[in-house]
């Protein structure tokens, strides 16, 4: 399995026969053009404007953008409602959580939460093998409460998004608080992973990725 970060929130999954999964584009079209996506699935985390991504996708692509159960041939999908913000999205909106199962990984993408998760959402999203979370605070986690949840979901491996990154992001945080409140920081000058080159010996490893 391929992982590439685009930025933001924004990852293609490519699966072990070719599928593709883009998990919650910010500016859809700017990406479909510089990477060529061609995805299959396509899931946002909160709405989006149809008119704008439709003519980028073909016309089989699968939307999902509601928190609701989805399976196919290569996919396993449940989406769960939560907030940007810990004011029931009274402040910033709703926000989709996404587990899935892809090649038999276990994948959780955060979206733009803004909150601490009940128990029973926790158990729902025990033994993952990825945890996208967001870290950079004002419009989603921070980057200490990023830290809290990932230590207690326990991954084994935790991709950080949605960060100041350069100079791109500039109305977010840095990955700095995040980095600082959990060990096995693995820093890569990429933006993709293979799942191959995984060991998923450990718990709450870190992978750095850039774009």
Known sequence: MEIKWIGNT???????????????PMQIYPYIEKYDLKPDIITFSHTHNNEIINKFI????IIINSPCSFSNDFINLDGYE???DD?????????????????GFKICHLGSLGHRLDNNLLSKLSDLDFLFIPI?????LDGFSAAR?????KPKYIIPMCFKNS?????????????????NIFSYDCSTIYSDDLSFGDKCSVILLST
């Open 10 to 24: 924004s990852f293609l999954i490519k699966n072990s026969i070719g599928k593709r999964i883009l998990l919650d």
């Open 58 to 61: 073909d016309k089989d692509c």
């Open 82 to 84: 939560t907030f940007k």
């Open 87 to 103: 004011l029931n999205g009274f402040k910033r909106g709703e926000n989709i959580i996404y587990y899935l199962n892809i090649d």
């Open 136 to 140: 950079g605070g004002h419009f989603c």
């Open 149 to 153: 949840l990932a230590i207690n979901l």
């Open 167 to 183: 100079s791109e992001y500039f109305y977010l945080d840095g990955p700095h608080k995040f980095l600082s409140s959990i060990k």
